[in-house]
């Protein structure tokens, strides 16, 4: 029996090899229903070529373009957040790959955790913003979840026929980004063009510039600590610039497990489509003899304060977090436009968390109301940084 599955941000960066993937494997894999934000060009394309039961837009202007398109076609047509939120409850596919970007993974995620689903978990955001709500939902429900997050990826590998107990710690890895090696002076005036060249990975717009501030090493410090259950302090993120290695575990006998490979997202995409066995690979091998040299630093968090951020989020609990990453999806749009520089980044964050309601213990109704206020109250941050040096 083929997996049917339901491909969330089908037009992004994960979207588009996750259908690379379903493209490999056609005894195996069929796309039943593709999802897009705003690009309904792309999605129309796709469909055509993918023949799902559904397609759905985001974006509710776009709606009559997708429909005229697609029903001549027998393919069903929806737009907006709710309809993406309730297509998770359809019969007709058992896996939901969520690569949809930012806190619009959300909603999906837990309505397909609710329906039971296996969810191969692309959208870190959706644990970053509600971490312990979403694991607990997990607990009671017939969902499963596999990470794609490379690194989050590797764990998974490293931890299989292991006995959790037996952990002392997880190590990340993390490129460093674009700017590893300059000075804080430097980085003060970067752009948003310097800062979309990743040195390693090709990715969507929003996670390359999380990766250059690195709040997206202390986003996917917060997605392990739920993903793993594992306390906070057994987490440790460390700069390997050649990002061969994607991730590693410690064990209580000094042992370290690692998983290396060539930086491409195919595989981890590939092991959680297949649930987590190995298919054939058709990428180019990793060769270590082209890597002289694997290199491990010390993440610097004087010279990337977003660092900083995990720790707090983790220390601090309830919706530190969520008003975390709304802060950030509000200033990174900034940082995009040129309306607030690099650092402003941080400066928006923090900015927030000092005036956003703490709440300790949020429901899922305080995340989404924590997460409009916070997107409110940066807007108007950003907005006043922008005015005052235009001046
Ligand atoms: P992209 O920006 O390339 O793609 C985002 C996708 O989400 C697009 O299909 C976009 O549609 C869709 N989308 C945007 N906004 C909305 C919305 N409001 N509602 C529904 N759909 C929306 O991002 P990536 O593929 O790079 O990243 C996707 C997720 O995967 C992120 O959470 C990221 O952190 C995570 N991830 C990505 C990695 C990578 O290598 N790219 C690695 C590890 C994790 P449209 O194009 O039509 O606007
Ligand atoms: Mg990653």
């Not at 060009?41 to 039961?53: G, M, N």
């Not at 398109?69 to 393919?75: R, V």
């Not at 927030?352 to 916070?374: G, K, M, Q, W």
Request: net charge negative.
């Amino acid at each position: 029996m083929p997996h049917n599955i339901a491909v969330l941000g089908s037009t992004g960066s994960i979207g588009t090899q996750t259908l690379d993937i379903i493209n490999q494997f056609p005894d195996r894999f069929k796309a039943v229903v593709l999802a897009a934000g705003s690009n309904v060009d792309r999605l129309i394309e796709q469909a055509r070529i993918h023949r799902p039961a559904l397609a759905i837009i985001a974006d509710e202007n776009k709606y009559s373009t997708l429909r005229e398109a697609l029903e001549p076609l027998g393919i069903e047509t929806a737009a907006g957040a709710k309809a993406m939120a309730d297509a998770m409850e359809r019969p007709d596919f058992d896996t939901v790959v969520t690569a949809t970007v930012g806190y619009s993974g959300l909603l999906p995620t837990i309505r397909a955790i609710k329906a039971g689903k296996q969810i191969a978990l692309a959208n870190k955001e959706t644990l970053v913003v509600a971490g312990e709500l979403v694991t607990r939902l997990l607990r009671d429900s017939a969902s499963t979840v596999i990470p794609v997050d490379s690194e989050h990826s590797a764990i998974y590998q490293c931890l299989q026929g292991e006995d959790p107990a037996t952990v002392k710690k997880l190590i990340i890895t993390a490129s460093g980004g674009p700017f590893r090696t300059w000075t804080h002076e430097e980085t003060a005036r970067v752009t948003a063009a310097q800062a979309l060249k990743h040195p390693r990975w090709q990715m969507g717009a929003k996670i390359t510039i999380d990766s250059a501030t690195m709040l997206n090493k202390a986003f996917e410090i917060i997605e392990a600590r739920w993903l793993f259950d594992v306390a906070p302090e057994k987490i440790e993120a460390v700069v390997h610039p050649q990002s061969i290695v994607h991730s590693m575990v410690e064990f209580v006998d000094g042992a370290v497990k690692a998983q290396l490979g060539i930086p491409d997202m195919h595989l981890p995409i590939r092991y959680a489509l297949g649930d987590a066995s190995r298919l054939p690979s058709e990428e180019r091998p990793l060769s270590l003899c082209d890597y002289a040299n694997l290199t491990f630093e010390k993440p610097d968090s004087e010279k990337f304060p977003c660092l900083t951020l995990a720790p707090r989020a983790l220390t601090d609990g309830g919706n530190t977090a969520c008003i975390i990453n709304a802060a950030n999806e509000v200033a990174v749009a900034a940082f995009l436009k040129g309306q607030i520089s690099f650092h402003g980044i941080y400066d928006v964050i923090t900015d927030a968390l000092s005036h956003i309601p703490f709440i300790s213990s949020p429901t899922l109704d305080d995340y989404v109301a924590t997460h409009n206020e916070t997107i409110h109250y940066a807007t108007d941050a950003c907005n006043t940084i922008w005015l005052k040096d235009m001046r």
